[in-house]
């Protein structure tokens, strides 16, 4: 487990350099493959190629096996063998939901009415989605997206259908080949990341340690941020108050529209997977987007909708650099006397 120290400190801030210096380039097919040993067996550790994952990200030609350790998709210890054992068990168990979400398909339909309403939503979320490259060509499809919307929804309890998903699913789509592929990908990330985009589940707890999180390092910003307790009277709101709570689409979509490239989404959801430099990381980024307009807001004196459309107005950012923000934000954080409760979060 982590632990606060100034050796994890110096480690976040050399993070961020090598981030932001391109120290070395991203890891490439060559560079993976001599990650393992003739048998398919890790021959360097986890910790070391999360730790270049984070500082360096990955190639294109790689993300896609990659991803499937890092979510669990495959165990860090199996072998080449296993991995195919494990793909062919994972074709064979999507086939038999696929089946099984058939036959139950028309007692869903009679008996939920929600089963209903998701689909009708699902299909209307995917039809608003753009679905062809500059040149015209055709970069999703749209039909097997949405069946793999529907059995999520039904065979996920945890995770309902929220807004959101169709743009997230969609990506996975995009990096790999097969339906199964895409549709246990999400299913692993969304364990992975401690379901932290779902809103029944995780997005609320973001928001309340991004909450404690400014009023530890940045209590004037929290001030003007939250609401105020005054003598003898109830408690007034704050120019911003409720602002931070209105920023649950950055959790729920996993900050995907604040960036410039498809590229810089998977960029920050692979570091995301690692656990590096902590747990929980999306909150360090949320932070790090909100200093962003920090001093625009103090000086205006922004209420809480101008808050949140300054917010909204942060697009085309480069994933390198916040990453690298974020890891100075975790380094400045565990040099101090952290309460409990963020420790519990973050390490």
Not at 92 to 114: D, T
């Amino acid at each position: 487990m982590t632990t606060l120290s100034p050796e994890n400190s110096i480690s976040a801030r050399r993070s961020a350099s090598f981030i932001l210096v391109k120290r070395k380039p991203p890891i490439d097919k060559t560079e993976w493959d001599g990650f393992f040993d003739e048998n398919g067996h890790l021959a360097k550790s986890r910790d070391f190629i999360c730790v270049n994952i984070l500082e360096r990200g990955l190639h294109p030609l790689v993300r896609t096996e990659a991803w499937k350790f890092l979510t669990g998709y495959y165990s860090w210890q199996s072998s080449q063998d296993e991995r195919l054992t494990v793909d062919s068990t994972r074709r064979k168990n999507y086939k038999a939901l696929c089946q099984m979400y058939e036959k139950i398909q028309p007692l869903l339909e009679n008996l939920h009415q929600n089963f209903i309403e998701t689909r009708n939503n699902i299909a209307h979320d995917i039809q608003k989605l753009y679905d062809k490259d500059p040149l015209g060509n055709i970069l999703i499809d749209k039909k097997k997206l949405e069946k793999i919307l529907l059995l999520s929804y039904v065979c996920n309890t945890q995770a309902e259908y929220q807004q959101g998903f169709h743009e997230m699913v969609m990506l996975f789509q995009l990096m790999v080949e097969h339906d199964h592929e895409t549709f246990w990908l999400f299913q692993f990330f969304l364990q992975k990341t401690e379901h932290s985009c779902v809103i029944n589940i995780g997005v609320g707890k973001n928001l309340d340690m991004l909450n404690n999180l400014i009023n530890f390092l940045d209590p004037m910003f929290a001030e003007h941020l939250t609401s105020g307790w005054h003598p003898a009277s109830l408690p007034t709101e704050g120019k911003g108050a409720g602002a931070v709570q209105s920023l649950f689409p950055w959790f729920c979509l996993c900050f995907q529209r604040a960036f410039k490239s498809f590229d810089d989404v998977w960029r920050l959801w692979e570091v995301l997977l690692t656990g590096k430099p902590c747990r929980n990381f999306q909150v360090l980024v949320a932070y790090s987007l909100l200093q962003m307009v920090r001093g625009q807001v103090l000086q205006e004196s922004m209420t809480g909708d101008a808050i949140l459309l300054a917010c909204n107005n942060l697009i085309d950012l480069d994933a390198d650099e916040l990453i690298s923000a974020a890891c100075l934000v975790y380094a400045e954080l565990i040099q101090k006397d952290v309460p409990q409760p963020l420790q519990d979060f973050f390490l």
